[in-house]
């Protein structure tokens, strides 16, 4: 928040140009709010996902709110993915176990769910505590990593995996106790679907091909 004195300060311009943000050095002290509009959901059709911008470690915690909308058929991706020495972080579909898998750590650090309804689900990876439905699924083994790409969100980044076919009605990235992202589903101010961030004020747009399937809340 920006004040003069005690008014609270909620446009500032550039001649005709609205400044959206101020930083004073790297905080940021005024971030003008973009016009959305809150929808139910974002829906992936098996080629849309979004870029996070985070680099996953092993001191990050995501849980997603989503709901499957075909059961599993291929490779197909949650969020996160490997890095180059195989380490973990992330949930994808297997068709090979016909699962839902978490992961966190080495290569065999993962831990299969069952068969996943198309029923809506909340997935929590709290560091290396695997929480599904709200109940603690699985406690993996303590690990240092971290992943060499950003990690997806709707998609597992790893050779042949796309995105999972599901709704995503929200997500929230944490690094240790800080929240960094906190996603909701939006159309922005061009009536385009893609996730606002409540954290860094910015939306994030398909990275994939085709268009976010949606629901109007």
């Known amino acids: 928040m920006l004040k003069l004195g005690e008014k609270i300060i909620k446009s500032l311009y550039l001649g005709d140009k609205a400044i959206a943000k101020v930083f004073l050095g790297a905080k940021l002290i005024f971030n003008k709010k973009p016009y959305y509009c809150q929808i139910e959901y974002l829906e992936s059709t098996g080629t849309q996902y979004i870029d996070t911008g985070i680099y996953l470690t092993n001191n990050h915690s995501v849980e997603i709110d989503f709901q499957l909308t075909q059961a599993v058929q291929s490779r197909t991706g949650l969020y996160g993915g490997l890095n ?45 505590k695997l929480y599904y439905d709200g109940n603690l699924a699985y406690t993996f083994a303590t690990a240092t990593f971290s992943l060499d790409k950003t990690a997806p969100l709707m998609n597992f980044d790893f050779t042949n995996y796309k995105p999972a076919k599901a709704k995503y009605y929200s997500s929230k990235w944490w690094d240790g106790d800080t929240l960094v992202r906190d996603f909701i589903p939006v159309l922005d101010y061009n009536m385009k679907p893609c996730m606002y961030d409540k954290v860094s004020g910015d939306f994030f747009y398909n990275q994939g091909a085709g268009e976010f399937a949606y629901a109007s809340q």
């Not at 090979?96 to 198309?118: A, F, K, V």
């Open 84 to 128: 180059s020495s195989m380490a973990r972080h992330g949930a994808l579909l297997s068709p090979t176990t016909n699962q839902l898998e978490g992961g966190y750590g080495l290569s065999n650090s993962y831990y299969q769910l069952g068969l996943l309804s198309t029923t809506r689900h909340t997935l929590k990876q709290e560091k290396n």
